[in-house]
């Protein structure tokens, strides 16, 4: 059914009794086309574009919990584009194009919210690689704009300017097209978008191995709802890539860490925009219902466990309060980690794996979230054509033996 | 907080601790492929279970150890010295 306020009327005069859920909970088929393993933004995004962009619709989606239960519900929900590479902005400026687009294309409110991002200078060598950095994104035609201190404080009048701050600011710059999305929405709106063309979601179902045909070839998954067939497959699982790797026989250039993330109790609208201070690995926003939501840097040792270290809490908190003063009143209301798959370059993987008809997209480190529809459209056209998209072109595993790296570490925004 | 236990100052807090990586890996031959060279360099089990990898007392003693550690549960199953060899654990 379409959502509209007309239907939202209809609903009223019906008691509400006329929604049905917005997709399909199927028992797995014995075979498809496509199996697409992970149900995070990614992997909801690249099963929707397989069908709308290429007509395959005989596609099944598997996921171990329930859909967006991992990254795509653990993240700060920024979006931005503001990277320093061609090849890295041309993908994340296509994502952010995507989602400026999204609601109306899925019939799904994201709540996108263009608020800009303002990235913050503390120290002289700040200002000079941000003005670097600024640079970089206009030579790619992507907006960005120099601030100057009294810009940065009319931004967000709430910071700490006064001369004795622990942090300083001196200044930084702001990409205006960047903000905030539902996370929750995009996954829900993929799905029932995906699920509306054709796709079996399929949840708590995990794979539990991958079977081989011949000449090594990959003919389908074991998983804990049976036997699943398809000729190609697709893994879009974040931080447990390496986990799938294994099962399926290679390795990845890839290490798992706990990246966390806390809300603080609902205030009023105190904060229009997107702050980042990648000198002191805090960044902060308001989301609609008011909770400050805060986000830390890795913590830097290898982990599975969805928890966070309070070592990195402690430190993310005191940096916040230092930029932000008037926030140490707030209470906590949640803290939570997702795993994130760390490459040594701080850009993604999609594409061929070494074993033929299997596919991978991973390795978007501390900022998934952000890539969703980039991600999901570059999957989806390997898995059509066997052919790499051209934005996925650079992001190959190859270029982990080539040394064709595309370093990003210095534009990811959280440290590394 | 996560605890380690330097073999020179005993138990202490994470934060007084870096974490290394993955311990063990021995450097090839410089006249091997492309490939072998980047497997050494970038590639990693990364295994969710038991993890055998090296830390330093940055802010203490400043020492090099090696750990084995699950990367769920984060428990501690042996401090080694960096010399010896793998443990029996994985």
């Known amino acids: ?416 | 907080m996560m605890q380690l236990k330097c073999p020179w100052c005993g138990l202490r807090d994470e934060s007084e601790f870096v974490c290394g990586g993955t311990t063990h890996l021995i450097r090839p031959d410089l006249s091997v492929t492309d490939a072998t060279w980047g497997e050494y360099l970038f590639f990693r089990d990364n295994p969710r279970g038991v993890h055998l990898e090296r830390w330093r007392h940055a802010y203490g003693c400043g020492q090099w150890f090696n750990v084995a550690r699950h990367t769920v549960t984060h428990e501690v199953l042996s401090v080694y010295a960096m010399t010896d060899p793998p443990p029996a654990h994985s």
């Not at chain 1, 999609?350 to 978007?364: E, K």
Request: proline residues 5%; aromatic residues 8%; charged residues 20%.
């Open chain 1, 1 to 416: 059914m379409k959502y509209s306020a007309l239907a939202l009327l209809r609903g009223a005069l019906s008691a509400h009794r006329n929604w049905v859920p917005a997709w399909r909970s199927p028992e797995p088929k014995p075979t498809y086309d496509v199996v697409i393993v992970g149900g995070g933004g990614h992997g909801l995004a690249a099963a929707y574009y397989l069908a709308k962009n290429h007509g395959v619709r005989n596609v099944a989606l598997l996921e171990r919990g329930w859909i967006g239960g991992g990254n795509t519900g653990r993240n700060t929900t920024i979006v931005r584009s503001n990277y320093l590479f061609p090849e890295s902005a041309r993908l994340y400026d296509f994502a952010l194009k995507c989602y400026e687009g999204l609601s109306r294309e899925l019939n799904f409110n994201i709540m996108l919210s263009q608020r800009g991002i303002v990235m913050l200078a503390h120290s002289r060598h700040d200002l000079d690689s941000m003005a670097r950095w600024a640079n970089a994104m206009r030579m790619n035609g992507i907006d960005a704009q120099i601030l100057t201190r009294d810009e940065v404080a009319a931004r967000a009048p709430l910071l700490d300017m006064s001369p004795d701050a622990r942090f300083p600011v001196l200044g930084g710059f702001t990409q205006r097209r960047a903000g905030t999305a539902r996370h929750d929405a995009v996954a829900w709106g993929y799905a029932r978008a995906a699920d509306a063309l054709g796709v079996d979601i399929i949840q708590n179902c995990e794979v539990s191995g991958f079977l081989s045909g011949a000449g090594g070839r990959v003919v389908g998954v074991e998983t804990s709802r049976g036997r699943i067939r398809a000729e190609r497959i697709g893994i879009a699982a974040a931080g447990h890539s390496s986990v799938l790797a294994k099962l399926a026989g290679f390795r990845l250039p890839v290490v798992s860490y706990a990246l966390q993330a806390m809300v603080t109790e609902p205030l009023k609208p105190a904060l229009d925009t997107v702050v980042s201070s990648p000198g002191t690995g805090a960044y902060v926003s308001q989301s609609d219902k008011g909770e400050m939501v805060i986000g830390a840097g890795l913590d830097l040792f290898p982990s599975y466990a969805q928890r966070g270290s309070f070592a990195v809490l402690q430190g993310v908190i005191a940096a916040t309060l230092a930029l932000f003063p008037s926030f140490s009143r707030l209470r906590l209301l949640r803290q939570w980690a997702g795993i994130v798959d760390v490459v040594h370059d701080s850009s993604p993987i999609i594409g061929p794996t070494p074993v033929p008809g299997l596919y991978i997209n991973c390795g978007w480190g501390t900022g998934g979230f952000k890539a969703i529809p980039a991600g999901g459209w570059t999957l989806a056209h390997v898995l059509a054509t066997g052919r790499n998209h051209e934005l996925a072109e650079p992001f190959q595993l190859e270029r982990f033996i080539t040394g064709r790296l595309i370093d990003e570490a210095a534009a990811a925004g959280i440290a590394h």
